[in-house]
C-alpha cells in the first residue's frame, strides 16, 4: 500500500506490476487493471504488462463513466429528478453492454435539443470519452466473470492511509518525511509491522555491534604482515 511520492506514472504502475508478481509468481491469476481512461496511463499500463509478458483485463472505472454521465445529464436537465433519471437509466445501459447505444442517444439528444456551444462540448466530451475506451467498458462481462468495475476500494484506502494523516489542519510534510510516514502506515494497516520491527530492530543491532569475524577470515593488519622493527 505504499509507493514512492517522487516517483513518476511509469515508476509507480512499474511498482504496482511488482507486488501484484509477488502475490502471483506464475501469473496464474486473473490480473484486474481499473484505470481511468487516460491515454498515457493505458500506454504505460500495456507496456508493462507486455514487458512481463502478463495477461491483464483493463476495465475503465465506472465510477468515472457515471461522472460524465452526470455532466451530460446537465446539459439537458436543469431539475435533478429528471437527470437523475436520465444517468440512471444510460448507466444501467452501460452497465448490460450497451455503450454504443448510450452514445448514439447522446449525440441524437444532442443534435435534437437547443444547447450552447459548452453543451455540446461536453456531450461530445462524453462521447469521445466512451469510443475511445470502448474496450474496456465490457461491464456485463466483467461483473459475469466476477471482476472489480470501479476503484472505489482503492480510494478509500488512499483516504485511510494518505489523507487521514497528511491533510491535518496546519500540517507541513516534505516528500521524505512524508514517504517514511506513509511507509509505516502501511505496515500497520496491512498487519506486517510487529514483523518489520523485529526484521529493523535486528539489523540496527547488527548495524551498530557487528558480530566478529572468525579469525580465519580477518584481514590482517600491515603491523603483524610487517613486524615494526
Not at 14 to 29: G, L, P, S, T
Not at 125 to 147: I, S
Not at 170 to 179: D, K, L, M, N, Q
Amino acid at each position: 500500500m505504499s509507493r514512492h511520492l517522487d516517483h513518476d506514472a511509469d515508476q509507480v504502475i512499474a511498482a504496482a506490476f511488482d507486488e501484484a508478481e509477488a502475490r502471483d509468481r506464475q501469473h496464474r491469476r486473473c490480473w484486474v487493471v481499473l484505470v481511468e481512461g487516460a491515454a498515457h496511463q493505458l500506454e504505460l499500463v500495456q507496456k508493462e504488462a507486455a514487458r512481463r509478458a502478463v495477461t491483464i483485463h483493463i476495465i475503465l472505472d465506472i465510477v468515472h463513466v457515471i461522472e460524465k454521465l452526470w455532466a451530460s445529464a446537465r446539459c439537458f436537465h436543469t431539475a435533478a429528478g429528471p437527470a437523475e433519471i436520465w444517468v440512471g437509466f444510460q448507466a444501467a445501459r452501460i452497465l448490460a453492454g450497451d455503450t454504443p447505444g448510450t452514445v448514439r442517444d447522446l449525440r441524437g439528444e444532442a443534435a435534437r435539443g437547443h444547447l450552447t456551444d459548452e453543451q455540446h462540448a461536453t456531450i461530445d466530451k462524453t462521447c469521445r470519452y466512451l469510443e475511445n475506451n470502448a474496450a474496456f467498458v465490457h461491464y456485463d462481462q466483467a461483473l459475469a466473470a466476477g471482476r472489480p468495475i470501479a476503484s472505489g476500494i482503492v480510494e478509500g484506502a488512499e483516504r485511510h492511509l494518505v489523507a487521514d494523516r497528511l491533510d491535518i489542519t496546519g500540517s507541513r510534510w516534505s516528500v521524505p518525511g512524508a514517504e517514511a510516514v506513509l511507509t509505516r502506515r502501511a505496515l500497520i494497516s496491512n498487519g506486517d509491522f510487529p514483523q518489520y520491527w523485529t526484521f529493523h530492530t535486528h539489523r540496527e543491532r547488527e548495524r551498530l555491534s557487528p558480530p566478529a569475524r572468525p579469525a580465519h577470515l580477518r584481514t590482517p593488519s600491515l603491523t603483524s604482515e610487517f613486524p615494526l622493527p
